[in-house]
């Protein structure tokens, strides 16, 4: 059962994409693709770890997501926040994206556990004005289109809200 | 009764906030956050004013909204537009978001007619260079959703045409 | 029979316009608006071009697309892709927006066979730094405003998944 739950910044996708994890089980882990490179990054981080209840396991993996998702324990759920930051992070260590979305996909599949992840809309402004921002949207819009076709089910999410666009 | 109407720029959320609080009353406040600073900005507001229909009050109160609902007549429904220019002015002026937040909230809860506030969604495109780009963004998307919380219907606007998120 | 299939770059809304396209008739036009004045646009149009199935017929127009509305042939589909950079073909040359986005809906009104349009949503963001930036945004608000108001079925698509606005 792989759920995604899409949303701008601040959209309040990870509250949601929590909830998700809680209803469908009550061993979790939060698998976060975000490193605490500076102070900002940091916070945010803390932050986050601070609003989850309990019942919660945290690892921290920026790149083989793949790999940490078919290590998790049977009967326990996958929170995978975000891929936003972990396409960012094969963008800066020059993997092969195309590749890497297989993997995650692979191992999704094979997950017998929930597996939710979040993820940003990032196309909906102007063009970005340099190749890498074109490259890093058009990538992010890739991605999302690719997840959203295997998972079962997509909510969209704004100011905290859920909409369903599948499932 | 507090409704929001979220949306891009140029969505058309004023238009639809303007018919949700004609359909709700009689007699309109339009609560206005924007101030004409310059020749863009008063030529935006003058379009917005000319195109509301009769039986509109305007109120200009960039900074203190809570009071200026308080202040709102019996069976005046109250167009609150928007929450975007608000924020705005209150980072601008600096002042403690978290408890004008709370102020608003608590006005509008305590206000006997219905209530409608327009806001933004910001967070949709890639992350802003800015820090102070990026604290906006996260201040609209933490106070969009503490406003869906609390209100009892939610649009999500595009094109002009309203997604009921809530309500 | 009018479609507006609106959503972010690379959110998968010319494969969702294809579809409608292909589902309404067996002959199409592809409209395309975009010209390939460089590499990059080059590629992503030859990508576009890949990945478009039979019984599709090509017609370039960067910016009389009302005039080749009206050539489109009796019983053949047509999919304009896209407003966005029809709007800023439009800009670029200077012309008169709301004359020609009259024409283009008149041209729509009189056309017999199906017609989807395709065009991005760009007011999701924070404002736009130049003037050139939000007058675009602005024009594009606008633009999808007016179309989706004639149009008679509106779709809003995110991670390749259409949730209807309208029809």
């Not at 999302?144 to 809200?161: K, M, Y």
Request: proline letters at 4%; glycine letters at 8%.
């Amino acid at each position: 059962m792989l759920t995604l739950v899409l949303g701008g910044a601040r959209s309040g996708k990870t509250a949601v994409a929590e909830a998700l994890a809680e209803a469908a089980a009550g061993a979790r882990v939060y698998l976060a693709t975000g490193q605490a490179l500076d102070a900002e990054m940091a916070a945010r981080i803390a932050r986050h770890r601070a609003t989850r209840g309990d019942g919660w396991r945290t690892v921290e993996e920026p790149l083989d997501v793949a790999r940490a998702l078919g290590r998790s324990r049977p009967g326990e759920a996958v929170l995978l926040d975000c891929l936003t930051l972990w396409l960012s992070n094969l963008m800066h260590h020059d993997r092969d994206i195309a590749a890497e979305t297989a993997a995650l996909l692979d191992a999704a599949r094979a997950c017998p556990a929930p597996v939710v992840m979040v993820s940003n809309e990032v196309g909906m402004g102007l063009v970005p004005e340099t190749p890498l921002g074109r490259a890093f949207r058009d990538a992010q819009g890739r991605l999302n289109q690719q997840v959203a076709a295997q998972a079962d089910r997509v909510a969209f999410v704004a100011a905290g809200l859920p909409l369903w666009l599948k499932g």
